[in-house]
Nanobody
Framework: VQLIESGGGLVQPGGSLGLSCAASGSIFSINAMGWYRQAPGKQRELVARMSSGGSTNYADSVKGRFTISKNNAKNTWYLQMNGLNPEDTAVYFC?????????????????WGQGTQVTVSS
């Protein structure tokens, strides 16, 4: 299983940016997906998460500005970021809990994308 991120880049304060994460491989089901970020010198933190049923939760710092969504048919999820400010500058990682089918059964594991840089600066 691989998670491939796209999007990110440089944006001015107040601007918008969208990230996407596509999962590929021997996927039986995606149980939960999310976005995390890590700023220089800081720990990785949860930004947004969505369950397979569609329930979401967000970090307080991004509520009302960021939106997580998904396309089940494409095994892809997204993070729309609006009202960006310099404090949102970080490397953003997508993550998912994915069940794969094995010859002897099923296995659920956590997978991570490679990370994409988001820089908010004038």
């Amino acid at each position: 299983v691989q998670l491939i991120e796209s999007g990110g880049g440089l944006v001015q304060p107040g601007g918008s940016l969208g990230l996407s994460c596509a999962a590929s491989g021997s996927i039986f089901s995606i149980n939960a997906m999310g976005w995390y970020r890590q700023a220089p010198g800081k720990q990785r933190e949860l930004v947004a998460r969505m369950s397979s049923g569609g329930s979401t939760n967000y970090a307080d710092s991004v509520k009302g500005r960021f939106t997580i969504s998904k396309n089940n048919a494409k095994n892809t999820w997204y993070l729309q970021m609006n009202g960006l400010n310099p404090e949102d500058t970080a490397v953003y990682f997508c993550s998912a809990a994915i069940t794969t089918r094995l010859p002897a059964g099923f296995r659920r594991s956590d997978y991570w994308g490679q990370g994409t840089q988001v820089t908010v600066s004038s």
